[in-house]
């Protein structure tokens, strides 16, 4: 399967604790998303990578987030110290640089639940 | 105002119906334009990008309107495997709430 994979699909943990999640996007792909969604809403913007850089980070994104692309190839998002509004679906998104905007492949997301 | 904007619907339609759906932005500078699709507990997928002189893809037509800053999506002859929820994505990663679209026997 050459498309984005995420790693774990359904966490859950408890409030307080610290979460890592793994996306690795399609091998030619220069460009890395994360997004948040949860139930009735679209996708929320959280952060993008071009290669190993970090280019964009939502104002919405509190400094319990980060996430790294170390080698710009996978990328991890880490929560520390989880609350209960984290719930939601986190999806990764891959693409090409495009001059006509890029085209988004998604992954299947990492569905997190906090208790 | 938020950055992209959708009615949420849903819109209902009986099979064969046409339906059409409006997505609104803010930025005037934004230079790409995309309708994705996302079927119940699915991540979306790419249905189309979004032309300036419009395009249409077999059933689906989609439409930019610049001076009025929304984009469109037109669904003719709708089918039940088109009940999902469509997204519109502006400069390629701002992603609209989400149009909910169901199309009943």
């Known amino acids: 399967d050459t498309g984005v994979s995420q790693d774990p699909r359904h966490k859950i943990t408890k409030r307080g604790q610290n979460v890592t999640f793994r996306c690795d996007p399609i091998s030619e792909h220069n460009r890395l998303y994360w997004y948040r969604q949860t139930l009735g809403q679209g996708p929320e913007f959280l952060t993008y990578f071009q290669n190993e850089a970090q280019l964009e980070k939502s104002r919405l994104l509190s400094d319990r987030f980060s996430a790294e692309r170390p080698k710009g190839s996978f990328s991890t998002l880490e929560i520390q110290r989880t609350e209960q509004g984290d719930s939601a679906m986190y999806l990764c998104?891959?693409?090409?640089?495009?001059?006509?905007?890029?085209?988004?492949?998604f992954g299947s997301g990492t569905q997190l639940s906090v208790l | 105002r938020k950055e992209v904007e959708q009615d949420p619907g849903p819109f209902n339609v009986p099979e064969g119906a046409t339906v059409a759906f409006n997505c609104t932005y803010s930025n005037s500078a934004s230079q790409s334009f995309f309708w994705y699709r996302q079927d119940c507990r699915k991540e979306p997928k790419l249905l189309m990008s979004?032309?300036?002189s419009g395009n249409e893809d077999g059933r689906f037509t989609a439409q930019l309107n610049r001076a009025s800053q929304y984009i469109s999506l037109l669904i003719r002859d709708s089918k039940l495997s088109d009940s999902a929820t469509y997204l519109c994505v502006v400069n390629g990663v701002r992603f609209g709430a989400g149009t909910r679209l169901t199309v009943k026997p």
């Open positions: 998104a891959s693409s090409l640089e495009a001059r006509r905007g890029e085209k988004l492949f």
């Open positions: 979004v032309y300036s």
